[in-house]
Protein backbone atom coordinates (compact mmCIF):
# COMPACT_ATOMS: atom_id res chain seq x y z
CA UNK A 1 0.00 0.00 0.00
CA UNK A 2 1.23 3.01 -0.99
CA UNK A 3 1.62 6.28 1.75
CA UNK A 4 1.37 8.44 -0.98
CA UNK A 5 -0.58 8.04 -4.16
CA UNK A 6 -0.48 10.21 -7.24
CA UNK A 7 -2.92 10.95 -10.09
CA UNK A 8 -3.19 10.78 -12.94
CA UNK A 9 0.43 8.11 -13.06
CA UNK A 10 0.03 9.58 -16.38
CA UNK A 11 -0.70 12.66 -18.43
CA UNK A 12 0.41 13.99 -21.78
CA UNK A 13 -0.79 17.61 -23.28
CA UNK A 14 -0.94 20.21 -25.10
CA UNK A 15 1.85 22.83 -25.36
CA UNK A 16 -0.30 26.14 -23.51
CA UNK A 17 -2.87 23.72 -21.56
CA UNK A 18 -3.15 23.79 -17.83
CA UNK A 19 -3.03 20.71 -15.88
CA UNK A 20 -2.92 19.76 -12.15
CA UNK A 21 -1.68 16.70 -10.84
CA UNK A 22 -2.26 15.47 -6.85
CA UNK A 23 -0.46 13.85 -4.44
CA UNK A 24 -3.17 11.97 -1.66
CA UNK A 25 -2.92 9.90 1.43
CA UNK A 26 -4.95 8.68 4.45
CA UNK A 27 -2.23 10.00 7.02
CA UNK A 28 -1.30 13.75 8.23
CA UNK A 29 1.62 15.34 7.14
CA UNK A 30 3.61 18.34 8.97
CA UNK A 31 4.87 18.93 5.40
CA UNK A 32 4.71 17.76 2.02
CA UNK A 33 7.97 18.07 -0.96
CA UNK A 34 7.77 18.22 -4.50
CA UNK A 35 10.34 16.86 -6.49
CA UNK A 36 10.58 16.71 -10.35
CA UNK A 37 12.97 14.55 -12.39
CA UNK A 38 13.95 14.97 -15.35
CA UNK A 39 14.88 11.71 -17.85
CA UNK A 40 18.88 10.81 -17.11
CA UNK A 41 19.00 12.50 -13.66
CA UNK A 42 17.83 12.74 -10.06
CA UNK A 43 14.78 14.50 -8.55
CA UNK A 44 15.40 17.94 -7.64
CA UNK A 45 13.27 19.71 -5.08
CA UNK A 46 11.18 22.22 -6.60
CA UNK A 47 8.84 23.37 -3.28
CA UNK A 48 8.35 22.04 0.42
CA UNK A 49 5.27 23.24 2.21
CA UNK A 50 4.52 23.26 5.85
CA UNK A 51 0.76 24.86 6.77
CA UNK A 52 -2.58 23.43 6.23
CA UNK A 53 -4.27 25.43 3.19
CA UNK A 54 -0.43 27.06 2.21
CA UNK A 55 -0.42 27.75 -1.53
CA UNK A 56 3.39 28.33 -3.16
CA UNK A 57 3.85 29.77 -6.38
CA UNK A 58 7.04 29.24 -8.54
CA UNK A 59 6.53 31.28 -11.36
CA UNK A 60 3.65 28.85 -13.72
CA UNK A 61 3.88 26.31 -10.97
CA UNK A 62 1.42 26.57 -8.12
CA UNK A 63 1.59 24.32 -5.20
CA UNK A 64 -0.99 23.88 -2.62
CA UNK A 65 -1.41 21.91 0.74
CA UNK A 66 -4.61 20.68 1.45
CA UNK A 67 -6.23 22.37 4.65
CA UNK A 68 -6.12 18.40 6.42
CA UNK A 69 -2.46 18.25 5.66
CA UNK A 70 -3.01 14.83 3.88
CA UNK A 71 -2.54 15.69 0.21
CA UNK A 72 -1.21 18.51 -2.43
CA UNK A 73 -1.56 19.59 -5.57
CA UNK A 74 0.51 21.02 -8.67
CA UNK A 75 -1.17 23.16 -10.90
CA UNK A 76 0.74 24.35 -13.90
CA UNK A 77 -0.35 26.98 -16.25
CA UNK A 78 0.63 27.52 -20.07
CA UNK A 79 2.19 23.99 -19.99
CA UNK A 80 5.51 24.37 -21.97
CA UNK A 81 7.81 21.10 -23.33
CA UNK A 82 9.93 22.13 -20.61
CA UNK A 83 8.05 21.23 -17.90
CA UNK A 84 8.12 17.57 -19.44
CA UNK A 85 9.49 15.28 -16.45
CA UNK A 86 8.35 12.56 -13.92
CA UNK A 87 6.75 15.00 -10.70
CA UNK A 88 7.23 13.08 -7.49
CA UNK A 89 5.84 14.23 -4.30
CA UNK A 90 7.30 13.59 -0.72
CA UNK A 91 6.96 13.20 2.98
CA UNK A 92 10.44 14.45 4.68
CA UNK A 93 10.04 12.14 7.60
CA UNK A 94 8.60 11.18 10.65
CA UNK A 95 11.75 11.07 12.91
CA UNK A 96 15.19 12.24 13.17
CA UNK A 97 16.24 9.87 11.11
CA UNK A 98 15.03 11.52 8.22
CA UNK A 99 13.65 9.13 5.94
CA UNK A 100 11.89 10.50 3.25
CA UNK A 101 9.03 8.80 1.71
CA UNK A 102 8.67 9.06 -1.74
CA UNK A 103 4.88 9.10 -4.09
CA UNK A 104 3.90 6.85 -6.59
CA UNK A 105 4.58 9.46 -9.45
CA UNK A 106 3.08 11.58 -12.52
CA UNK A 107 4.49 11.13 -15.64
CA UNK A 108 4.02 14.37 -17.82
CA UNK A 109 4.57 14.98 -21.08
CA UNK A 110 4.01 18.48 -22.92
CA UNK A 111 3.78 18.15 -26.66
CA UNK A 112 5.06 21.30 -28.66
CA UNK B 1 31.00 21.57 -9.71
CA UNK B 2 28.81 18.28 -9.37
CA UNK B 3 27.33 18.54 -5.90
CA UNK B 4 26.43 14.83 -5.98
CA UNK B 5 28.04 13.09 -7.69
CA UNK B 6 28.13 9.18 -8.34
CA UNK B 7 29.96 6.31 -10.68
CA UNK B 8 29.55 4.87 -13.33
CA UNK B 9 26.56 6.14 -14.71
CA UNK B 10 25.80 2.94 -16.97
CA UNK B 11 26.97 -0.45 -15.72
CA UNK B 12 26.04 -3.47 -17.71
CA UNK B 13 27.05 -7.02 -15.83
CA UNK B 14 26.02 -10.69 -15.93
CA UNK B 15 24.17 -12.40 -13.61
CA UNK B 16 26.42 -13.87 -10.55
CA UNK B 17 28.64 -10.94 -11.21
CA UNK B 18 29.34 -8.51 -7.82
CA UNK B 19 29.53 -4.79 -8.86
CA UNK B 20 30.26 -1.58 -6.76
CA UNK B 21 28.50 1.44 -7.03
CA UNK B 22 30.44 4.71 -6.12
CA UNK B 23 29.29 7.96 -4.40
CA UNK B 24 30.71 11.57 -3.09
CA UNK B 25 28.61 15.11 -2.39
CA UNK B 26 30.72 17.83 -2.01
CA UNK B 27 28.10 19.72 -0.37
CA UNK B 28 29.48 19.15 2.99
CA UNK B 29 26.19 17.34 4.33
CA UNK B 30 26.07 14.85 6.99
CA UNK B 31 23.85 12.01 5.51
CA UNK B 32 23.79 9.97 2.47
CA UNK B 33 20.91 7.49 1.30
CA UNK B 34 20.76 5.04 -1.45
CA UNK B 35 17.32 4.75 -3.41
CA UNK B 36 16.28 2.12 -5.89
CA UNK B 37 14.18 3.21 -8.47
CA UNK B 38 12.30 0.24 -10.70
CA UNK B 39 11.38 0.35 -14.62
CA UNK B 40 7.50 2.09 -13.05
CA UNK B 41 9.73 5.11 -11.60
CA UNK B 42 9.00 4.38 -8.09
CA UNK B 43 11.40 5.78 -5.64
CA UNK B 44 12.08 3.61 -3.01
CA UNK B 45 14.42 4.32 -0.32
CA UNK B 46 17.33 1.17 0.49
CA UNK B 47 19.74 2.41 2.83
CA UNK B 48 20.51 5.65 4.88
CA UNK B 49 24.15 6.93 6.66
CA UNK B 50 24.47 9.67 8.99
CA UNK B 51 28.37 10.62 9.96
CA UNK B 52 29.32 7.12 8.49
CA UNK B 53 26.78 5.68 10.69
CA UNK B 54 24.03 3.78 9.01
CA UNK B 55 20.49 4.49 10.57
CA UNK B 56 18.29 2.96 7.96
CA UNK B 57 18.36 -0.39 6.87
CA UNK B 58 15.35 -1.16 4.89
CA UNK B 59 14.33 -4.55 3.39
CA UNK B 60 16.82 -5.32 1.12
CA UNK B 61 19.01 -8.26 0.61
CA UNK B 62 22.26 -9.03 1.98
CA UNK B 63 23.86 -8.79 -0.90
CA UNK B 64 23.32 -5.30 -0.84
CA UNK B 65 25.69 -3.79 1.20
CA UNK B 66 26.65 -0.30 1.85
CA UNK B 67 29.71 1.42 3.27
CA UNK B 68 30.97 4.90 4.20
CA UNK B 69 34.57 5.46 4.66
CA UNK B 70 33.60 9.13 5.58
CA UNK B 71 30.95 11.71 5.61
CA UNK B 72 31.33 12.51 1.93
CA UNK B 73 31.30 9.41 0.13
CA UNK B 74 28.51 6.24 0.71
CA UNK B 75 29.61 3.48 -1.82
CA UNK B 76 27.37 0.54 -2.51
CA UNK B 77 28.43 -2.75 -3.29
CA UNK B 78 26.18 -5.57 -4.55
CA UNK B 79 27.08 -9.62 -4.82
CA UNK B 80 25.30 -12.06 -6.60
CA UNK B 81 23.75 -9.76 -8.88
CA UNK B 82 20.27 -11.25 -10.08
CA UNK B 83 17.85 -9.75 -13.10
CA UNK B 84 15.79 -8.48 -10.63
CA UNK B 85 18.47 -6.14 -9.84
CA UNK B 86 18.41 -4.28 -13.04
CA UNK B 87 17.15 -0.66 -11.82
CA UNK B 88 18.21 2.65 -11.50
CA UNK B 89 20.09 3.47 -8.02
CA UNK B 90 20.56 6.85 -6.95
CA UNK B 91 22.80 8.53 -4.21
CA UNK B 92 21.34 11.53 -2.27
CA UNK B 93 22.41 13.85 0.58
CA UNK B 94 21.03 15.55 2.94
CA UNK B 95 21.58 17.88 6.26
CA UNK B 96 20.10 16.35 9.04
CA UNK B 97 17.96 18.88 10.30
CA UNK B 98 15.12 18.23 13.71
CA UNK B 99 13.18 20.29 11.31
CA UNK B 100 11.15 18.20 8.58
CA UNK B 101 10.81 20.68 6.40
CA UNK B 102 14.59 21.28 6.24
CA UNK B 103 15.39 18.07 4.99
CA UNK B 104 16.03 18.94 1.70
CA UNK B 105 17.78 15.49 -0.15
CA UNK B 106 19.80 16.51 -3.23
CA UNK B 107 20.17 13.68 -5.41
CA UNK B 108 23.11 11.97 -7.73
CA UNK B 109 22.31 11.74 -11.55
CA UNK B 110 21.80 7.98 -10.80
CA UNK B 111 23.58 4.60 -12.28
CA UNK B 112 21.03 2.46 -14.61
CA UNK B 113 22.42 -1.11 -13.60
CA UNK B 114 21.63 -3.73 -16.29
CA UNK B 115 21.74 -7.55 -15.47
CA UNK B 116 21.84 -9.64 -18.10
Known amino acids: TQLLEQSPQFLSIQEGENLTVYCNSSSVFSSLQWYRQEPGEGPVLLVT?????EVKKLKRLTFQFGDARKDSSLHITAAQPGDTGLYLCASPGYSSASKIIFGSGTRLSIRP | DTAVSQTPKYLVTQMGNDKSIKCEQNLGHDTMYWYKQDSKKFLKIMFSYNNKELIINETVPNRFSPKSPDKAHLNLHINSLELGDSAVYFC???????????????FGAGTRLSVL
Open chain 2, 92 to 106: ASSQRNIREAKNIQY
Open chain 1, 49 to 53: VVTGG
